[in-house]
């Protein structure tokens, strides 16, 4: 009885001792954490430049005292009037070619140049000043091709007509007139539209503006209108009636 328990006791070592051999540590697998990035929430759209015409920039320079600022449509000031200059927001091509590449991006039409001081700025929609005009970072422009116009100002008896150039041959003939000499001045303003100009006129001492079928697009009642880049970059005119203080108008006619 005695050796049969012995046996048995060694016989359970055994086995008891093979089983811890047997179990082996699974290795720890090494997990990778997911690391939520935030996405940074988009800007939210400023209520005050409100769009209420396609055509028109939500912001227009705007003197007020003496010194320059920006309005919307509505005509509320978004840019305190500060400054003694200000110009529609619009590309800058010698920022956009600068040798700064940092200077690059404040050349686009994201921006305006403003100056005060003797100080020129581009300042964003907010009115914030991004960056002020270095010498060194002032690349050359590129310019694209030149779009030809195609009519110009013709002279006859003393008035001022329109003609098509690549048409007009004979002055005598009046139906080779796109508009018959009858103003006294006329100017074509730069636009990017050269089949459908909007041309400056002076009629009775006033000036309005007509288009090339003599339509009437401005009223004759102001002492002198730009001829500036104002049509170009703003599609607006910069007028005035007593001939001191100017300020921009739309195809409307709609004060700002």
Same mark, same amino acid.
């Given at each position: $009885?005695?050796?049969i328990l012995?046996?048995?006791?060694?016989?359970?070592?055994?086995?008891?001792?093979?089983?811890?051999?047997?179990?082996?540590?699974?290795?720890?697998?090494?997990? *990778?954490?997911?690391?939520?990035?935030?996405?940074p929430?988009?800007?939210?759209?400023?209520?005050?430049?409100?769009t209420?015409?396609?055509?028109?920039p939500?912001?227009?320079?705007?003197?007020?005292n003496g010194?320059?600022?920006?309005?919307?449509?509505?005509?509320?000031?978004?840019?305190?009037?500060? =400054?003694?200059?200000?110009?529609?927001? =619009?590309?800058?091509?010698?920022?956009l070619?600068?040798?700064?590449l940092?200077a690059?991006?404040?050349? *686009?039409?994201?921006?305006?140049?403003?100056?005060?001081? $003797?100080?020129?700025?581009?300042?964003?929609?907010?009115?914030?000043?991004?960056?002020?005009?270095?010498?060194?970072d002032l690349?050359?422009?590129?310019?694209?091709d030149y779009?030809q116009?195609? =009519?110009?100002?013709?002279?006859?008896?003393?008035?001022?007509?329109?003609?098509?150039?690549?048409?007009?041959?004979?002055a005598?003939?009046?139906?080779?007139?796109?508009?018959?000499?009858?103003y006294?001045?006329? =100017?074509?303003?730069?636009?990017?539209?050269t089949?459908?100009? $909007?041309?400056v006129?002076?009629?009775?001492?006033?000036?309005?503006?007509?288009?090339?079928?003599?339509?009437v697009?401005?009223?004759f009642?102001y002492?002198?209108i730009?001829?500036?880049?104002?049509?170009?970059l703003?599609? $607006?005119?910069?007028?005035?009636?007593?001939?001191?203080?100017?300020?921009?108008?739309?195809v409307?006619?709609? *004060?700002?």
């Amino acid at each position: $009885m005695k050796n049969i328990l012995n046996f048995l006791c060694v016989f359970i070592s055994i086995f008891v001792f093979s089983q811890t051999k047997s179990v082996k540590k699974l290795p720890v697998k090494n997990v *990778t954490k997911t690391v939520v990035k935030k996405v940074p929430s988009a800007p939210k759209p400023n209520p005050d430049l409100v769009t209420i015409h396609q055509d028109l920039p939500v912001l227009i320079p705007k003197k007020e005292n003496g010194k320059f600022g920006y309005v919307n449509q509505n005509g509320k000031f978004i840019i305190k009037p500060e =400054y003694h200059i200000a110009v529609f927001f =619009y590309e800058d091509c010698n920022l956009l070619n600068s040798p700064n590449l940092k200077a690059r991006k404040f050349g *686009t039409d994201d921006y305006a140049t403003v100056e005060k001081d $003797m100080i020129s700025y581009r300042v964003d929609k907010t009115g914030k000043r991004v960056y002020q005009f270095k010498d060194a970072d002032l690349g050359k422009c590129k310019f694209g091709d030149y779009k030809q116009q195609l =009519y110009q100002a013709y002279v006859l008896n003393g008035f001022y007509g329109i003609i098509e150039k690549a048409k007009f041959v004979n002055a005598a003939d009046y139906r080779q007139y796109q508009i018959y000499p009858q103003y006294q001045y006329l =100017y074509i303003m730069e636009g990017d539209d050269t089949s459908d100009p $909007m041309i400056v006129a002076s009629h009775n001492d006033r000036f309005g503006v007509i288009d090339v079928n003599n339509k009437v697009i401005i009223p004759f009642e102001y002492s002198n209108i730009k001829r500036n880049f104002s049509w170009k970059l703003g599609r $607006m005119f910069e007028v005035t009636k007593d001939g001191t203080n100017y300020y921009y108008i739309d195809v409307r006619n709609k *004060t700002y």
